[in-house]
């Protein structure tokens, strides 16, 4: 199998595992939407925001931001997830769309672009590829949730059926793999006993040869 093929057919694993992992998603919501709610209650960001929030899942993180008054567009390619996300919080654009084609957004479209739990089942190239396209779309803020430290026994269970990529997620420095994307982190807390959030300032000015060279990365690991 080829670089490609085998990232295709991990892709292709990771949506028919989020699809099938659907109904369970109900177990998570419970723990993750208070979280959210109560974080961007903390951090106050302003109503006016355009929120971009990727790998949306069910919507939670879109919902909360769109119940604070954000015009908000939510990314994902589970479309079983996207359902339930239409159903849940009418007021949020959910759209089908493979982040493998982020670079098809255009450059500063949304204040803000966000996203909850997305990034550790990425490889780390995949990881790159979004972080440099996260940085490009955002004019003001990215605001990301994920592992802030190692879940313990049944979180590396559950994310070993997802795929093989959060051990090097958790191993990875944030704050050096965020500025390589040029991202600024502003602010950082741990939200739960794994959970984290980290709010980055985008570069204002990006070279636009960095930001290509990042799509080439992705496209040789392809
Ligand atoms: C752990 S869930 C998190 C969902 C949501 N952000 C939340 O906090 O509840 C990860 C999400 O990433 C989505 N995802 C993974 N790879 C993707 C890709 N290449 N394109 C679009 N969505 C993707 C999955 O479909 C899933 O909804």
């Known amino acids: 199998m080829t670089d490609q093929e085998a990232f295709l057919d991990e892709r292709r694993r990771a949506r028919r595992f989020f699809n099938r992992m659907s109904p369970l998603y109900l177990i998570v919501e419970r723990h993750l939407f208070p979280q959210y709610r109560d974080v961007l209650a903390r951090l106050a960001l302003s109503p006016e925001l355009s929120v971009l929030d990727l790998a949306a899942g069910t919507g939670l993180l879109a919902g909360a931001f769109a119940e604070r008054g954000h015009t908000v567009a939510g990314l994902d390619f589970a479309y079983k997830l996207l359902n339930r996300a239409r159903k849940r919080f009418p007021g949020v654009y959910f759209r089908y769309l493979d982040l493998r084609h982020l670079d098809r957004i255009e450059s500063g479209a949304y204040d803000l672009v966000s996203m909850g739990y997305f990034l550790h089942g990425l ?100």
Do not use: M, Q
């Open 123 to 222: 490889s780390p190239e995949f990881r790159r590829f979004i972080l440099w396209e996260t940085a490009r779309i955002a004019r003001t803020n990215v605001l990301i949730f994920d592992y802030g430290c190692d879940g313990g026994l049944f979180i590396r269970f559950i994310e070993w059926i997802e795929g093989p990529n959060y051990p090097l997620f958790i191993a990875e420095d944030r704050e050096r793999e965020l500025g390589k994307a040029g991202l600024r982190i502003d602010r950082e807390e741990r939200v739960s006993d794994f959970g984290s959030y980290w709010l980055c300032t985008p570069p204002s000015r990006r070279s636009a040869s960095s930001a290509h060279g990042a799509r080439e990365e992705l496209a040789a690991s392809e």
